[in-house]
């Protein structure tokens, strides 16, 4: 299943947030979006999900999801999310509550996301009693639960510390392997990007449209690899050279306003 | 030899004098106080020590007990009430009508604080309706509701129920608003349909200012039957504390006072189990 966004603009009131944004993400494929603070990643990625309505221009998916999927479009969201009142496994099963599988095959689905994400000890813990990055894990356990064919992370790791942004991007790295997930990454981590994506789309300043598209020509199994670490931190120097100066333009209309 | 980092690191008794004469001293602790929370046990003895204070001051024969009586004098008043029958005549008679005020004030003020919270057109209406009628004392209304609803149980029943019904609604619909979007957006970005999403994220999210504003309806509760009650009933504690002041019985009156502060403590009480068990997860 494809995912295309198909001319998108936005606006909020006055203010233009996106310009005419298109691009495909294909079946099985990850694509990163950066740009400078502001440029409309996380509006940009909303609208993908269906969670925003955009001005102009459409999200549209081609193909079939596949048979199993329960919600083809899944987010992972920055804040994680977690309903506060529910237990860790209250909260992978939540949004399989109102779906037709009777109890066993949901508790199945539960025990096996919990089991990816290594958080099958923790099932009964209230979100208030875990660390960031356990969170985070208990928001991929709920997005893996429904067994999307394309996640959508918008800064998913931003709000951890480095260590555990390390650790959670291994595991994003293992969960995404098989490429029969794909996924859509918002992040202005540049290294992130280029770690995971086989695609990134690099949007202009607010309003945001795209300035490139650059591929990164090694498969993620590689990029581990010690030899890859320089040819990834070219890709990122070549982001970055891309992003800098709209980044301090950025930056200098946040402090201006 | 030694490394100079490892010299540094040494500690020597003689280095607790400094080259320049200076001893080294503890870093003083700044950080006391400004901390929330206070002892259980530090308030019980003050009610104690008040009491007594206020018990030995009428035994003394310092203060008129026809002016205030002795809390012994209390107590004996409670006692011959209960004996009597009339407690439980007065305190039923009350209790039914906080009861049904505050249930229908309740259930009415949930409904339409969920509508005000949930629904764009209720909220246009519902605030502009609340704004200008929560402000008018209720109490103010009863006599328009004894001619509406005659002189029963009914006048003094809706004056509660009003009082009780804008404070629940408006703090529904605070707690509705309070219950984080990105909840709600998750919830949606699962396609989970609209009643689940109430059910599950909106209620449990809002129950903390619904319960909160539990607290306050209660109170409002009890100052509305007690002033209802002195206004137009037979029987009621509101009714025995008015009477019990014009006959000059003072002891009787602050009986009734007791009454309704015993209420109030229960009421408070239960209001507290209940956001342990429901709000356990904050």
Not at chain 1, 130 to 136: A, F, I, K, T, V
Not at chain 2, 37 to 60: D, E
Request: proline content about 5%; some cysteine; charged content about 15%.
């Amino acid at each position: 299943m494809d995912l295309i966004a198909d001319h998108i603009s936005h606006r909020f009131g006055g203010l233009d947030v996106l310009d005419n944004v298109s691009f495909t993400v294909a079946s099985g494929e990850v694509v990163a979006i950066v740009g400078p603070s502001g440029c409309g990643k996380s509006t940009l990625l909303s609208i993908l999900g269906g969670l925003l309505r955009p001005s102009e221009g459409r999200a549209e998916l081609r193909g079939s999801p596949p048979d199993n999927s329960l919600n083809p479009l899944t987010f992972v969201f920055q804040d994680f999310a977690l309903l506060p009142w529910c237990t860790v496994e209250a909260n992978v099963a939540f949004p399989l509550v109102h779906t037709a599988l009777d109890a066993a095959a949901r508790q199945a689905v539960v025990d096996d996301a919990l089991r990816r994400t290594g958080l099958s000890d923790f099932r009964g813990a209230y979100p208030k009693q875990l660390s960031g990055g356990m969170r985070q894990r208990v928001g991929i356990a709920r997005a893996l639960a429904v067994r999307p064919a394309i996640l959508l992370m918008d800064e998913p790791l931003s709000a951890l510390d480095s260590q555990t942004r390390e650790l959670l991007m291994e595991d994003f790295v293992r969960l995404l392997a098989d490429g029969a997930m794909g996924a859509v990454y918002v992040t202005h981590n540049l290294e992130e990007a280029v770690r995971l994506a086989d695609r990134v789309v690099v949007l202009s300043r607010r309003p945001g449209r795209v300035r490139e598209v650059l591929s990164i020509p090694m498969t993620r199994a590689e990029r581990g690899g010690i030899d890859a670490r320089g040819k990834l931190l070219t890709l990122q120097n070549q982001l970055w050279s891309l992003i800098r100066e709209e980044a301090i333009d950025a930056e200098r209309e946040v402090q201006d306003a | 030899m030694p490394s100079v980092r490892f010299k540094m690191l040494e500690r020597a008794p003689s280095q607790d004098t400094q080259q320049d004469g200076s001893v080294p001293r503890p870093v003083a602790f700044r950080g006391a106080g400004f901390v929330p929370g206070g002892g259980r046990a530090s308030g019980w003895i003050a009610l104690v020590l008040v009491i007594a204070l206020w018990q030995f001051a009428g035994s003394a024969g310092w203060v008129n007990p026809l002016f205030l009586p002795a809390p012994s004098a209390i107590a004996v008043a409670m006692y011959k009430l209960a004996v009597s029958g009339a407690l439980w005549q007065h305190v039923s008679a009350s209790v039914v009508r906080i009861g049904s005020g505050w249930l229908i004030g309740t259930v009415a003020g949930v409904i339409v604080g969920f509508a005000i919270g949930l629904s764009t057109l209720a909220r246009g209406v519902g605030i502009t309706f609340i704004s200008a009628l929560f402000p008018i004392p209720k109490i103010a209304l009863l006599p328009l509701l004894i001619l509406w609803l005659g002189i029963g149980e009914e006048p003094k029943i809706a004056t509660i129920a009003l009082g009780v019904f804008f404070s629940t609604a408006i703090s529904v619909y605070s707690g509705v608003d309070a219950v984080p979007r990105n909840l709600i957006r998750m919830a949606q970005s699962f396609n989970v349909p609209f009643h689940a999403i109430v059910r599950r994220v909106i209620w449990p999210g809002a129950l903390p200012s619904i319960l909160a504003g539990f607290r306050i309806t209660a109170s409002v509760a009890l100052l509305l039957v007690v002033s209802a009650e002195m206004i137009g009933a037979q029987f009621g504690i509101g009714a025995f504390v008015l009477q019990a002041g014009n006959l000059m019985q003072t002891d009787q009156l602050l009986a009734g006072v007791v009454i309704l502060s015993l209420f109030g403590l229960a009421v408070g009480k239960a209001i507290n189990v209940l956001e342990a068990r429901l709000l356990h997860w904050r």
